[in-house]
Nanobody
Framework: QVQLVESGGGLVQTGGSLRLNCAASGTIFRINAMGWYRQAPGKQRELVAA???????NYADSVKGRFTISRDNAKNAVYLQMNSLKPEDTGVYYCNAERENIAGVRGRYWGQGTQVTVSS
């Protein structure tokens, strides 16, 4: 099994910054793609940003130029630097990771979520 533990959420004013952290632990051979999703009240969970093991990134249009995703493969960790935050960024942010075991079997795992609230 794999556990993803997130940290770094909180309350911030419009225009402020937060950094989210997520670390994977457990039975890991390799972590492939990692990403951050968010879910606002009454809305579906949506992709915010994703990063491949090689460092290629993908962002939702709404966060391009404001958020930066990065990772540390040695630590099985992924980070999300969020700048110029807006009230519409408010939601629960979830870390996601694809784990590959030694037999080559892949599975996706989710963190428990961390709340981000941006006040106007």
């Amino acid at each position: 099994q794999v556990q993803l533990v997130e940290s770094g959420g909180g309350l911030v004013q419009t225009g402020g910054s937060l950094r989210l952290n997520c670390a994977a632990s457990g039975t890991i051979f390799r972590i492939n793609a990692m990403g951050w999703y968010r879910q606002a009240p009454g809305k579906q969970r949506e992709l915010v940003a994703a990063i491949t093991r090689g460092g290629s990134t993908n962002y939702a249009d709404s966060v391009k130029g404001r958020f930066t995703i990065s990772r540390d493969n040695a630590k099985n960790a992924v980070y999300l630097q969020m700048n110029s935050l807006k009230p519409e960024d408010t939601g629960v942010y979830y870390c996601n990771a694809e784990r590959e075991n030694i037999a080559g079997v892949r599975g996706r795992y989710w963190g428990q979520g961390t709340q981000v609230t941006v006040s106007s």
